[in-house]
């Protein structure tokens, strides 16, 4: 089991930043691929970014590709999501996913264990 718990959403003007926080409790950090999915009002949910279990390959929805960065800490057990140069479009719930075993990284349904989000809203 492991438990995801997001922080770091608010409300920004279209090319500011902020950053996402997911912390993480239960098996260990490093056993897990960790991802970034969106979900605005009445659109499915996203996928926004990707990194590893050995934090050597990450990937972005293009999208966000060069805006946003995925890291993570594996001796603070927390993932982050750096997001630069926000436009209103990005407004959405923010959710951080873990994976136990492989997993294609846009695939949300391949994701065993969810936050419960946090809302970013950017304004024009």
């Known amino acids: 089991q492991v438990q995801l718990v997001e922080s770091g959403g608010g409300l920004v003007q279209a090319g500011g930043s902020l950053r996402l926080s997911c912390a993480a409790s239960?098996?260990?950090?490093?056993?897990?691929?960790l991802g970034w999915f969106r979900q605005a009002p009445g659109k499915e949910r996203e996928f926004v970014a990707f990194?590893?279990?050995?934090?050597?390959?990450?990937f972005y929805a293009d999208s966000v590709k060069g805006r946003f960065t995925i890291s993570r800490d594996n001796a603070k057990n927390t993932l982050y999501l750096q997001m630069n140069t926000l436009k209103p479009e990005d407004t959405a719930v923010y959710y951080c996913?873990?994976?136990?075993?492989?997993?294609?990284?846009?695939?949300?349904?391949?994701?065993?264990?969810w936050g419960q989000g946090t809302q970013v809203t950017v304004s024009s």
């Open positions: 996913a873990a994976a136990l075993g492989p997993v294609r990284p846009q695939r949300a349904h391949e994701y065993q264990y």
């Open positions: 239960g098996p260990t950090f490093r056993d897990v691929a």
């Open positions: 990194v590893s279990r050995s934090d050597t390959t990450t």
